[in-house]
């Protein structure tokens, strides 16, 4: 059964400063989503990585992703208060397939 | 509009009843879902659909039943609700065409009281 982790669940952080959101997942996999949540909204999505090495940029964030290692990174650069917000990473649970499961999130604040 | 659609925003209920959620999309999507979100729980999913007539269980399917009779509806029905259902309620889309994200419509939030 596919397990995917992202850790932290929380991070507050300082405007200005930069940090890392990690998602793992246990079984094997060539495609890895990223998506935002606003309080109250609905998922956006932020990035799709479609093979083993992947790097998607979209202005202070940037995601990679490792397969060998089931490893995804999403890295903030000097956040701002607008990238306050819950993201998400999701991967297919079985290659080939389109049922995805979904990490627990990670809340994001950005204090001024 | 184009894009995805549930109705309702909004519903509170009883143990016991009925609750149909719907989910209308207008891009032909051939793959539907639909997710729950619980704090401490991410989304799980309940069911998904790849095309009209053919659905498929997810992770919490257990109290739900799903039909897809049309392409662009996937409703999702609660036969007896259970408090255990108070959650919100997500449905996405995408079409074949795509790379595989979702496109998520704005949430239906389901209380049982």
């Known amino acids: 059964e596919l397990k995917v982790e992202q850790n932290p669940l929380f991070l507050s952080m300082q405007e200005g400063k930069n940090y890392t959101i990690y998602c793992n997942y246990s079984?094997?996999?060539?495609?890895l989503y990223w998506y935002r949540q606003d309080p109250g909204k609905s998922l956006e999505s932020l990035f799709v990585l479609l093979s083993n090495g992947a790097v998607k940029q979209e202005g202070r964030l940037m995601a990679s992703l490792d397969t060998k290692a089931r490893l995804s990174t999403l890295h903030i650069t000097a956040a701002v208060h607008d990238l306050s917000a819950t993201y998400f990473c999701?991967?297919?649970?079985?290659?080939?397939?389109?049922?995805?499961?979904f990490g627990t999130g990670t809340r994001l604040k950005v204090l001024a | 509009d184009a894009g995805i659609t549930q109705s309702p925003r909004y519903k509170i209920t009883e143990t016991g009843r009925q609750v149909t959620l719907m989910c209308h999309q207008t891009?032909?999507?051939?793959?539907m879902f639909w997710y729950r979100q619980d704090l401490g729980h991410g989304l799980r999913l309940i069911y998904y659909s790849a095309a009209a007539d053919i659905t498929d269980k997810g992770e919490v399917p257990d109290g739900y039943v799903v039909s897809r009779s049309k392409t662009e509806n996937f409703p999702l029905t609660l036969e007896s609700a259970t408090r255990s259902q108070t959650s919100v309620y997500f449905c996405a889309s995408f079409g074949l065409e795509n790379t595989g994200e979702l496109f998520f419509g704005e949430g239906s939030r389901l209380t049982v009281l």
């Open positions: 891009w032909s999507h051939s793959y």
């Open positions: 999701a991967v297919p649970s079985t290659s080939g397939t389109y049922k995805y499961i």
């Open positions: 079984t094997t996999s060539d495609r």
